[in-house]
């Protein structure tokens, strides 16, 4: 049970950091400017770690469905079912965030270019 505890704390820790690191991209280059390269790495490093979290999540959801629906083992106790249904929610807020995680560098990206462009278009005028 004990390893349960420390494993969730862990992968909270991660969800928490990644999502400090998408808040820090944003509120520093948000409209125009272009992330540095160590920031754009810890983004790419969270979002993989990100993805394989929420693979680990819904192997625990197929795995705690079979158990809970499919041959439950005690008629009686629901908390079980509970918990899959929970997880399953957040599973599938987690699966929302990592698709805004796939588009915001590419959209800071294209943001900044346009910025750039009408800069030089500003200039050679």
Known sequence: MTWVLVFGGLVLGLIISANIVNLVILYKYFPDKMPSGRL????WI???TSILISLGLL???IIGFMEEFISPAEPGESIGK???LFFF????????V????????????????LSLASLIESIGT
């Open 40 to 43: 754009e790495t810890a983004h």
């Open 46 to 48: 969270f979002l993989i």
């Open 59 to 61: 192997f625990v959801i």
């Open 82 to 84: 509970i918990l899959v």
């Open 89 to 96: 929610f957040y599973w599938l807020l987690e699966v929302y």
């Open 98 to 113: 990592l698709t805004y995680q796939f588009r915001v560098m590419g959209f800071l990206k294209k943001n900044y270019e």
